[in-house]
């Protein structure tokens, strides 16, 4: 777990890790990304405090401004995030690689479907059956 405080946006005042990463895979989850320096530099602090690799888990990729470059050049393997919002292709070929969608169409359609249905979603947030709507 990290610890981040903001004096203003898009300005990360400190950083903290909280637990021993030394030799561990890391993985970052987040709500979202806009110019991805808070995301980039969290990769850093881990793989300086010893992490072998970090990956990060993203619902919504803004990637604003220098995210793009900032993301290419960062310790992070790869980042998957969500297509809840559409990008231009120049900022993904930017990334060079590190970034991975995946598509949240049929989980919302499901979802519509059952609500509009009267039938509970909770189930679809079991791993077997969010497997299932991607086939």
């Not at 890391?26 to 806009?34: G, Q």
């Not at 809840?84 to 231009?88: E, F």
């Given at each position: 777990m990290?610890?981040?405080?903001?004096?203003e946006a898009n300005k990360v005042e400190s950083m903290t890790i909280i637990g021993n990463v030394k030799d561990k895979i890391?993985?970052?989850?987040?709500?979202?990304?806009?110019t991805s320096g808070t995301?980039?530099?969290?990769?850093t602090e881990l793989k300086n405090a010893g992490?072998?690799?970090?990956?990060?888990?993203?619902?919504?990729g803004?990637?604003?401004?220098?995210?793009?470059?900032r993301i290419k050049e960062s310790q992070l393997e790869k980042i998957v995030c969500t297509d809840?919002?559409?990008?231009?292709p120049s900022v993904l070929e930017r990334m060079g690689g590190?970034?991975?969608?995946?598509?949240?169409?049929?989980?919302?359609?499901?979802?519509?479907?059952?609500s509009h249905?009267?039938?509970?979603?909770?189930?679809?947030?079991?791993i077997p059956t969010y497997k299932y709507l991607q086939n």
């Open positions: 990290m610890h981040k405080e903001r004096k890391c993985i970052i989850i987040d709500d979202m990304t806009d995301l980039c530099k969290a990769a992490a072998t690799k970090v990956y990060a888990f993203i619902t919504h803004i990637f604003s401004g220098p995210a793009a470059e809840s919002m559409s990008q231009d590190k970034l991975i969608y995946v598509s949240v169409d049929l989980l919302l359609a499901e979802i519509i479907r059952r249905e009267g039938e509970g979603v909770g189930e679809l947030f079991d």
